[in-house]
């Protein structure tokens, strides 16, 4: 049994996944298998319709599957924000028709949201290998100016037709492989929760994501020239992603401090010449310079590790509070970092344990991170080859303001990552020296 059909198993909300190449043409047979009687909804923006949309309507007609009016997204800057939501919930509260999402990741996004909003399940057909949401439990929404994750269950169905995908411009496949290669430095923050007791490592969840990863991107330039091969490794990769997050009702296993820098600046709502940076792109970076994290921790003698020290350097909670309130004071999201800090904040003594059981573990905790870590220059390499920018100024990004990111990102969210583990042990500012200070990676 394939890594694909095992993984199906383990899902809890989607059904069926058909992977292949000329198998759009299959999208009215597994509709008529996942949604016997019902009507039908084609959702989708202009370039999408126009790519398979106006097929899938065509080819619906043909086997006398009822639907409404398909649902075009006119918006030629749309992107997923709730406002967009709300138009296909006003829409699809008209009737019970069933959504047939055809596009990537903000098609899918709405439609997912939407969806659940109005108590129905929905078809999705992929029209990039752009990201790992598609069989994704819960849905990324800017709402209320936050980049917010909203509970909501994949699709029953995915179809992604191989042809399609391998076709799609290469800005679009090269972020999906970003996306795809942050399960890197994701597991190697679980690596670190597991070690420290914070959060034990599903097995089940484990699995699916990382026994296939190395080879689902061990060809990126195959990816970014289109062969069908790599494509559908990649393809595979990013729907095993979706479906450890729906196994372990959480997006740990697929996401660790890498997305945090993307995460803030999307709610910092970061443009790069008057334009959203796609998701991936984001990740691009924020893998990069989590991975040079990475290296300066592996370079670091945790046996021997002074916890008297860092004991010492640790907040109050008190002291935690005020410093997650100054560090966000005048943005719209003044109050995250008190909420998200105050949820993981450990008082000294259970500080203590953690960093004992670092330096108690570290040579068995730094072997697993070796082996589970890309080298940084080899890192590069893979996502300039596949097209995915290297350089933070790509993606309009200051080597001034990626710093800050690095201490911004600890604060919004409670997942507990490397940034987590450089704050307790009091070593973050000196790490960034390194990487920013003269002869850094990134000097300033």
């Known amino acids: 049994m394939s890594k694909v059909a095992t ?17 759009l043409k299959q999208t009215s047979e597994l509709f008529k298998e996942q949604f016997p009687g019902k009507r039908a909804i084609i959702v989708a923006d202009i370039t999408t319709f126009n790519l398979a949309g106006k097929t899938i309507v065509k080819q619906f007609e043909s086997e ?60 999705c057909v992929a029209t990039a290998a752009s990201m790992d949401g598609y069989t994704a439990f819960g849905a990324s929404i800017t709402a209320n100016g936050a980049k917010q994750t909203f509970n909501c269950p994949a699709p029953q169905a995915c179809l992604a ?3 399609i995908l391998s076709a799609a411009p290469n800005e679009m496949t090269a972020s999906g492989y970003a996306d795809l290669f942050a399960k890197v430095t994701a597991g190697a923050d679980w690596i670190l929760a597991d070690a420290l007791q914070v959060e034990p490592i599903d097995q089940t969840a484990w699995s699916i994501v990382q026994d296939g990863l190395h080879e689902a991107l061990s060809d990126p330039n195959g990816t970014k020239q289109g062969d069908k091969k790599a ?23 697929a996401s660790g401090a890498e997305h945090q820098f993307s995460h803030l600046w999307n709610m910092e709502h970061h443009l790069h010449h008057g334009k959203h ?14 991975t040079a994290l990475y290296d300066q921790l592996l370079k670091t003698d945790f046996e021997n590790l002074d916890i008297p020290a860092s004991l010492a350097q640790w907040p109050t909670l008190e002291e935690l509070k005020k410093q997650s309130l100054a560090i966000f004071e005048g943005t719209d999201f003044p109050e995250i970092g008190l909420q998200e800090s105050s949820a993981k904040y450990n008082n000294h003594q259970e500080l203590e344990r953690q960093l004992q059981l670092l330096k108690e573990n570290w040579p068995n905790i730094k072997t697993k991170l070796t082996k589970q870590i890309v080298p ?18 790509q993606i309009g990004i200051s080597r001034e303001r990626l710093k800050e990111t690095f201490i911004r990102a600890q604060y919004i ?32």
């Open 64 to 123: 006398n599957i009822e639907q409404e009016a398909a649902f075009v997204y006119t918006d030629p800057e749309i992107y997923a924000a709730y406002k967009y939501v709300d138009e296909l919930v006003n829409i699809l509260n008209k009737h019970t028709a069933i959504p047939v999402a055809v596009g990537s990741g903000t098609i899918n996004d709405l439609t997912k949201l939407a969806a659940h909003l109005t108590n129905r399940p929905y078809l």
């Open 413 to 444: 969210r409670r997942r507990f990552t490397i940034l987590d583990l450089a704050v307790r042990t009091g070593h973050l500012e000196q790490w960034l020296d390194k990487l920013f200070g003269k002869h850094g990676i990134w000097e300033i």
């Open 376 to 393: 940084l220059q080899e890192a590069k390499a893979r996502l300039a080859t596949v097209g995915a920018p290297t350089e933070p100024e």
């Open 7 to 23: 993984a199906l198993q383990s899902a809890s909300e989607t059904k069926a996944l058909l992977i292949g190449q000329g198998i």
């Open 231 to 253: 494509v559908t490794q990649l393809t595979e990769g990013l729907m095993l992603g979706g479906f450890a997050m729906q196994w372990s009702r959480s997006s740990r296993p």
């Open 277 to 290: 940076i796609s998701h991936g792109f984001q990740v691009s970076i924020g893998t990069l310079a989590i």
């Open 161 to 163: 037709d191989i042809d």
